[in-house]
């Protein structure tokens, strides 16, 4: 699917749902266009809006996902959505969302504790809790096609061995 057509697509179909659907409220970002995905078509984009093609026990539930050629990560708070697939090397995707605007994720210079995402190296991509190789494919990890939960992080977040002073570990 074309960008364009992608854009056109997500456009219209939260119009058709009413522009409803509960967001996250932490926001979320396209790589592919590197622009915002506004609060009100989030549960569009990332197919979370219930319906009753498949109920359970006269509740909407959220149907299958259709959208296969995109995959979703959180990092910092906020979901970004980037094109993958599972025979993708991890390195790809780490460049995709490099590419796309992941660095909005870093903190200001005067309030981090890292030296934040410089290049797509300093990421580090998590699935089923398991660190991804560069060098070895998504499918390696047994992700599956159109996955939507996934972790990106700075790398040097995992190598301080505890977390920032921020977090909300503290509390």
Known sequence: ??????????EAAAAEAGGGGVSMGKGAWDCDTNTEIPPEKEAYVFEEIAT??????????????????????????????????????VSKVKEALFKGGITRANKPDGIRNTPGIQNWQDLELIYAGQKMADDKLMADY?????????????????????PECDSAYWN
């Open 52 to 89: 009753m093609d498949f109920p359970y026990e006269g509740i909407p539930t959220i149907p299958p996902r259709k959208d296969m050629d995109h995959f979703a990560f959180f990092c910092g708070g906020c979901r970004y959505r980037v094109t993958g697939h599972p025979d993708w090397p």
């Open 1 to 10: 699917m074309s960008k364009a057509n992608d854009k056109a697509l997500v």
């Open 142 to 162: 047994h992700v599956p096609p159109g996955c939507k939960v996934m972790i990106a992080i700075e790398r040097a977040k995992l190598e301080l061995k505890k």
